[in-house]
């Protein structure tokens, strides 16, 4: 009797995973026809690699859906973070299938991590010769990173400030609170924040068009612009279309995709004062706009000829960096000491919280600045109540400490990963560069392998699947994943 009762509560906890899980895959095997479509318009060489991948995914996606479907959708915390974890990590290994199946016969190895890289949207790629590939794996490289985009925005309005994962409680919001009246409203958004995320890339694409670009090469590139992936249809990047329009179009998508998506539909439905109010916004645009007239100073300095000119290259890969989208105009590495290093600083900082960029984020070394504030003034008032402050609201401990810890985190595990790499035989300046683009999800790193000149194919496996470990944990918030592992998770 103990036994079966405990089965059965083994059972009716796993259900609604492995439930979620197969919806997830349903979509994903929806998103394969798309390139399917675009194999047989464009590109007639591989017609049956699409169409076989959709049908395992949505095997397997139906399969779970229907064996596990229940009549008690409710979730405990406890299956919402282990739904959270396993589906980016289920999702990129039938994402994978496509990159095995397709003329580049990648391994297993190097197909998961160019998934994970995608629907994470890093864009870190191990995959040369992109101007050769067949249209559709291009577009499954977009769709990859759009639906990932997708997942994160809805999920850090949705599932983070539940969890109060990394100080995301103080975006907590009526909406979205559980076993509630207001489920119907909660749903309502997230349709009208996934409209405005379409509704950019669509924007995105036409403008793109305007520039030139052919129509794939639009698609693919508003999809991975808008989700700030960094995924292009050349080995060159961005830089491949040697346009000031195409990199303006860009960094304008790159800048909305690291906005918060909440603000931006408020502003769409009339209340614009409430977007360019918002304090994270604000300093947000202020970190961008200090570093690109940094870097253009500097490349002013030593030698450019054309300040404009320099301004729009600073601004476009000082976006780029810090929405962690990773696209490239050209080599940043040989600007000299001082761009390289504030450009890596950068990649830790990250977008704004409700978007698609990830990162630290910048609420955070907000909260951080206002802890640190109310300390030195307490040296010189040690009697005084200093309260830091977020947007004019009080800070609660409770967000204090989970910010801090977050950043603890964040940091230990960029040194891990770090000293992991170097132990596969990797020297410093790309083992460090690659753990902090990989657990920032920006995509490319620094010096000749992993720079915007190179890419990650050269790594050994082992360094891959430690890469691909880094992303998942740098997209979910570090703590999501974290947690999994604790023992008082487990225990009943």
Known sequence: ??????????????????????????????????????????????????PAAAGVTM?????????????????????????TTSVWVIV??????????SELHMS??????????????????????LDRLPAGLLIWRGILQWLGGLGIMVMSFSIMPLLCVGGMQIFKIEAFEPGDKTAPRAAQISVLLTLVYVALTLACAVALLLCGLTGVEAATHAMTTIATGGYSTSDASIG????????????????????????????????????????????YLAILALATLAVAGWLVLHGHPDPAEAFRIAAFNVTSIMTGTGFAAEDYMTWGAFPIALLFFLTFVGGCSGSTSCGIKVFRFQIVAAVVGREFTRIFSPNGVMIPR???????????????????????????????????????????????????????????????????????????WLLCAGMVVGRLEVMTVLVLFSRHFWRD
Not at 121 to 128: D, H
Not at 251 to 278: D, H, Q, W
């Open 59 to 83: 095997f397997v996606g139906c399969g779970l859906a229907l064996t596990n479907a229940s009549s008690h959708p409710s979730l405990s915390s406890r299956q919402i973070f282990i739904i």
């Open 108 to 129: 297993f190895t190097d197909a998961f991590f160019e998934s994970m890289s995608g629907v994470t949207t890093t864009g870190s790629t191990v995959i040369t010769g």
């Open 390 to 464: 977020y947007g004019g609201i009080a800070i609660s401990q409770e967000a204090v400490t989970s910010v801090m810890n977050f950043m603890a985190a964040f940091v230990f595990g960029f040194a891990a990963l770090t000293l992991a790499l170097g132990l596969l035989g990797l020297d410093f300046v790309t083992a460090a560069s690659s753990a902090a683009t990989a657990i920032s999800n920006v995509g490319p790193g620094l010096g000749p392998i992993v720079g915007p000149a190179g890419n990650f194919q050269s790594l050994p496996d082992a360094a891959k």
């Open 240 to 283: 491949h279309f040697n346009s000031a329009t195409v990199e303006i179009v860009v960094t304008v998508g790159m800048i909305l995709g690291g906005t918060p998506f909440m603000l931006i539909l408020t502003a769409v439905r009339g209340r614009p004062g409430e977007l360019f109010g918002n304090t994270q916004f604000r300093c």
């Open 1 to 50: 009797m103990y036994a079966q009762a405990a089965r059965g509560r083994v059972s009716g906890f796993v259900q609604p995973i492995l439930f979620v899980n197969g919806i997830f895959l349903v979509v994903l095997a929806l998103g394969m026809c798309v390139p399917a479509v675009v194999d047989f318009a464009t590109d007639r060489r591989e017609l049956w690699v699409f």
């Open 92 to 101: 990129p290994a039938f994402g994978a299938i496509p990159f095995m199946l």
